[in-house]
Structures are given as structure tokens and as C-alpha cells.
Nanobody, 124 residues
Framework: VQLVESGGGLVQAGGSLRLSCAAS????????MGWFRQAPGKEREFVAA????????AYADSVKGRFTISRDNAKNTVYVQMNSLKPEDTAVYYC??????????????????WGQGTQVTVSS
């Protein structure tokens, strides 16, 4: 699976951004999709995930209520809408995909395919 993220940039605290991730190389509707992020000097952390048909979603506590993950299977694209951004949201955001079931991927937080990442910088 090839994944290409877009939509990152510089935004002021309190602002919003929407990241997109276009997938190719495999039937998109059979993939569990996720977003992760990695801040400088920190480990990569889980942000959000969405099941094959979008019926189930999961979020890290740090973004719950502010971020919304969604997908458009007709466009082979997954999104994350990020509102009320904080400086601590600054990181490289990565899209991830995995063909295993929602329960397995959500339990393990492991994904088999990754994008190259897109930088999100939130200024105070």
C-alpha cells in the first residue's frame, strides 16, 4: 500500500487543519486506517484510527473531542480534522494502513504500511 499525506502546515493555537491521506495499491475499503504523530525528541504516538467502513473510530485521549477521523472509500482517502489546535500538537503526522481486522489493529496499535509524513506546526 502506498500512502501520501497532505494538508500539513503552520497554524496558530486555536486554529484548525485537515490532513488527508491518499492510498493506492490495495483495496482501500479493506484497510483499517490510522494516524500517528511524532514530535521532536519523542516517540511516535497513536492519534486516531478508523475501521474499514468507518463505523468504528478510536482516539488518543490527548486529541479526543478536538480531532475527527473520517474516510471516503470512493476516493481512497482518509482524513483527520484537527480543531482547537495546541502547541503540543506540533509534530510530523503519519498516515498508516493495515489489512487486519479493526479489533486486532486497535488492540496492537500496529500498522503495516506508512506514509512519509506531513509537518504540523502550531504556534502559540
Amino acid at each position: 500500500v502506498q500512502l501520501v499525506e497532505s494538508g500539513g502546515g503552520l497554524v496558530q493555537a486555536g486554529g484548525s487543519l485537515r490532513l488527508s491521506c491518499a492510498a493506492s495499491g490495495r483495496t482501500f475499503s479493506s484497510l483499517t486506517m490510522g494516524w500517528f504523530r511524532q514530535a521532536p525528541g519523542k516517540e511516535r504516538e497513536f492519534v486516531a484510527a478508523i475501521s474499514w467502513r468507518g463505523g468504528s473510530t478510536a482516539y488518543a485521549d490527548s486529541v479526543k473531542g478536538r480531532f475527527t477521523i473520517s474516510r471516503d472509500n470512493a476516493k481512497n482517502t482518509v482524513y483527520v480534522q484537527m480543531n482547537s489546535l495546541k502547541p503540543e500538537d506540533t509534530a510530523v503526522y503519519y498516515c498508516a494502513a493495515d489489512p487486519r481486522s479493526w479489533i486486532v489493529v486497535l488492540t496492537t496499535k500496529t500498522f503495516g504500511s506508512w506514509g512519509q509524513g506531513t509537518q504540523v506546526t502550531v504556534s502559540s
